[in-house]
Nanobody
Framework: VQLQASGGGLVQAGGSLRLSCTAS????????MGWYRQAPGKQRELVAT?????ITNYADSVKGRFTISRDNAKNTLQMSSLKPEDTAVYYC??????????WGQGTQVTVSS
């Protein structure tokens, strides 16, 4: 499975951005898709995930502001009311049935105050 992420960029606080991630390859083996982020000097953390059954999970810090959706092998993270603390490199991830994990390339999100 290969992951291609797009989106990100620079936005002012309160603004919105959209991230997308498209999987290719053995997509029928995909269980869940999601986004993680890593800020400088911090560990990578979960942002949001969505399963093949459209069950979503969000970090407390983004609940009510971020929405993840999925259309077959593509998932989209709509980010609204962005805060400076949302600044990080965002990584797309997919978990296959059977446990294998794949990561996409990171995309920078910068929120200015």
């Amino acid at each position: 499975v290969q992951l291609q992420a797009s989106g990100g960029g620079l936005v002012q606080a309160g603004g919105s951005l959209r991230l997308s991630c498209t999987a290719s390859g053995r997509i029928f083996t995909i269980n869940s898709m999601g986004w993680y982020r890593q800020a400088p000097g911090k560990q990578r953390e979960l942002v949001a995930t969505i399963t093949s059954g459209d069950i979503t999970n969000y970090a407390d810090s983004v609940k009510g502001r971020f929405t993840i959706s999925r259309d077959n092998a593509k998932n989209t993270l709509q980010m609204s009311s962005l805060k400076p603390e949302d600044t990080a490199v965002y990584y797309c991830r997919t978990d296959l049935f059977g446990g294998r994990i794949y990561w996409g390339q990171g995309t920078q999100v910068t929120v200015s105050s």
